[in-house]
């Protein structure tokens, strides 16, 4: 009897300790975060880091909820990681429920299942706890234990060695401190060998933070207190590019990180040369002149040949890539193994190639935390420089590095190693689609004509698809539409598309269309309304910025667009006898860093001529450029609003 009740006395007291240590929101509290569906209590997270650079995570939250919605929104909790460099597992959770009500949930029954995935598949696992039925004012509170690191990045056989990151005795996080849910407390500590030295830095925010020494080690502590939801905006930057984050890493500079990704890969053997794969280099560069005619060519074959396939090949996924037999045996991988397969092709045409890392769609800090998702080539050119390529963003392109990547950070890995790199912006002239139209307009409304559009680099690339990547039988169809788009009562006459246009290394693309549309002007007493043709909604497609909404007056974040680009529309519309046109000719002309724009309107006899130029000089602007890039944008726009002409 004694002992049974110390057991209830113990179990009593730890149950009153977890209450009192689990907070609840006050009314006034409550109050102030009506509209919100619950609270983030406290969000930790706490790092141990051993001297192999091996981390050991205990990630803790407590949350209440607020309203039904939340209750549903937090039925489950999952959490991801990769089995390759990391364990994860639900350590505990409790509920504590509104009525007083306290919860332990079993945590045996967590789910571990494959995480949802896109294009690659390497294993990522998640795991999964339920919770159940949730009511507002509960409050949910656990913790998730994680051995390993960030990335996946290689494997191995020894349990142990594989939570060891690739730069052995290195460590590095980056850590996103923006929110989704208003949360009173937000911290982050990691705590480090008395010898190992760790730069940090916290962007685009602010944060209290220390370092102390505890037990022999430096303990690092990041907080933030009382965030609110990051705001986003239309056609931003990345998050990480604008939201409050944490980098931090013990590699003193991106030069060592260069030099082992080159070492890394050297010794691997990454890029031996192959005798069949010889044999086809030597094919493809015969009778090719110039470094760049075997480059491009080298380049191309590549891009158009290996197929993207993110699936689990064995050793060397991650920073070490697949070896020139397998990737010229599978003709299959990811853009590690594109990359390589082009280094591999260059060294055998007798360049001196490597691959480099980069991160597609955020930037790179300087400090260096490996913040890359993305792998492609440089070769070294005759004048000294490297030159960077992407054959897995290039299939089909006319260009050899993708200008969807400009303003895009990379670390190539070259044996005198390099600091982090900035691919340049791509001049909007090389990225031009021109549409020239001319026009008769009868005096039921019918319109009649031609327009020939030409586009090169990322437009072309773009104009081009239906013939690299549609079916032959589709094709008529899908210019069709081009023309259905601006009214479902067109009629496609002929198109002319040359002999071939699938050979976009031959020349930039051109199209001829002749069409009929009836009923395209709206008809009244002695007076009609149109659009310009070349403004109404034709090879849409191509003008990415127009689904940037620039009814947005001010911006606080960078923006981005697809390309930089040149938009060049020209029409002459004959109007029947008579017709005038009735708003006075105009000329408008815009001239900025960011973009420009001259248009003209105006009649001469019975026929309209219409004319804009729109150039976009950047793919990624910063939020001071947004005035002169809608101003700009809006001038273009104006010129395809309805024109009316009457008859005299």
């Avoid at 896109?118 to 994680?146: N, T």
């Avoid at 991650?318 to 397969?341: E, P, Q, S, W």
């Avoid at 210019?479 to 601006?486: G, H, R, T």
Wanted: with cysteine; proline share 4%; hydrophobic share 35%.
């Amino acid at each position: 009897m004694r002992q049974t009740g110390i057991t209830l006395l113990i179990c009593f007291l730890s149950l009153f300790y977890l209450q009192g240590q689990t907070h609840r929101l006050t009314s006034e509290q409550i109050k102030t975060y009506e509209g919100h569906n619950c609270v983030t209590l406290k969000d930790s997270t706490s790092v141990i880091v051993e001297p192999s650079g091996t981390g050991s995570f205990a990630v803790y939250k407590t949350f209440q909820v607020l309203t039904p919605k939340g209750a549903v929104n937090n039925r489950i909790i999952k959490y991801d990681y990769d089995p390759l460099t990391a364990h994860a597992f639900f350590k505990w959770a409790t509920i504590y429920r509104a009525n007083g009500d306290i919860i332990n949930l079993d945590v045996t029954q967590a789910c571990d299942y494959a995480a949802p995935a896109r294009a690659i598949y390497w294993g990522a696992r998640q795991i999964m706890l339920e919770i159940g039925r949730l009511h507002p004012g509960d409050v949910v509170e656990y913790e998730i234990s994680k051995k390993g690191f960030t990335y996946a990045l290689l494997g191995s056989d020894d349990d142990d060695a594989r939570f060891i990151p690739p730069m052995r005795g290195q460590f590095y996080d980056i850590v996103p401190f923006w929110v989704t849910e208003p949360t009173l407390r937000k911290t982050y500590k990691v705590t480090v060998p008395m010898e190992k030295e760790l730069q940090f830095q916290f962007y685009q925010g602010e944060c209290t933070s220390s370092m102390r020494y505890e037990d022999g080690k430096k303990a690092y502590l990041f907080s933030v207190d009382n965030a609110l939801p990051f705001k986003r905006e239309a056609n931003m930057v990345d998050l990480f590019d604008a939201a409050p984050k944490l980098m931090m890493s013990s590699t003193p500079r991106w030069e060592e990180k260069s030099l082992w990704f080159n070492k890394v890969n050297e010794d691997y053997g990454s890029f031996d040369a192959l005798p069949e794969a010889q044999k086809k280099v030597d094919e493809l560069i015969k009778g090719k002149k110039s470094e760049m005619d075997k480059i491009a060519v080298l380049t191309h074959w590549v891009a158009d040949n290996i197929r993207y396939s993110g699936i689990s090949m064995g050793e060397g996924e991650g920073y070490t890539l697949h070896n020139t037999k397998m990737n010229f045996t599978d003709r299959a991988g990811v853009c590690k193994d594109i990359a390589a397969m082009l280094i591999s092709f260059l060294r055998m045409a007798g360049f001196e190639a490597y691959p480099a890392m980069t991160m597609a769609g955020s930037r790179v800090e300087s400090i260096p935390a490996d913040h890359f998702n993305h792998c492609v080539a440089v070769v070294k050119l005759a004048n000294g420089t490297y030159m960077p390529l992407d054959p897995t963003w290039v299939p089909f392109c006319r260009e050899l590095w993708s200008s969807a990547e400009q303003q895009q950070n990379y670390l190539p890995g070259v044996p005198e190693g390099s600091d982090i790199l900035l691919t340049p912006v791509s001049d909007p002239e090389n990225h031009y689609v021109r549409i020239t139209a001319d026009n008769r307009l009868d005096e039921k409304g019918t319109l009649s004509g031609q327009f020939i559009i030409t586009a090169e680099g990322q437009s072309d690339s773009n104009v081009r698809r239906i013939f690299t990547r549609g079916w032959q039988t589709e094709w008529e169809a899908s210019l069709e539409s081009q023309l259905l788009a601006v009214s479902p009562k067109a009629k496609l006459k002929k198109v002319d598309y040359g002999k071939n246009p699938k050979d976009y290394q031959a020349a930039p693309i051109q199209i001829t269309f002749q069409y009929e549309i009836p009923d395209y002007a709206l008809t009244g007493e002695n007076e009609m309304a149109l659009k310009p043709l070349v403004m109404n909604n034709l090879y849409n497609q191509v003008k990415t910025y127009l689904r940037i909404d620039t009814d947005l007056e001010d911006r606080k974040y960078g923006f981005r667009d697809g390309c930089s680009r040149l938009v060049e529309l020209k029409e002459n519309i004959r109007l029947p006898k008579g017709y005038q046109l009735i708003d006075k000719s105009r000329s408008e002309e815009k001239t900025s860093s960011s973009a420009d724009f001259k248009g003209t309107l105006s009649q001469e006899g019975n026929t309209l001529h219409i004319y804009q130029k729109l150039a976009l000089k950047k793919r990624i602007y910063e939020a001071s450029d947004w005035s002169d890039f809608k101003d700009a944008v809006d001038a273009h726009k104006s010129f395809g609003d309805y024109l009316v002409i009457k008859k005299q």
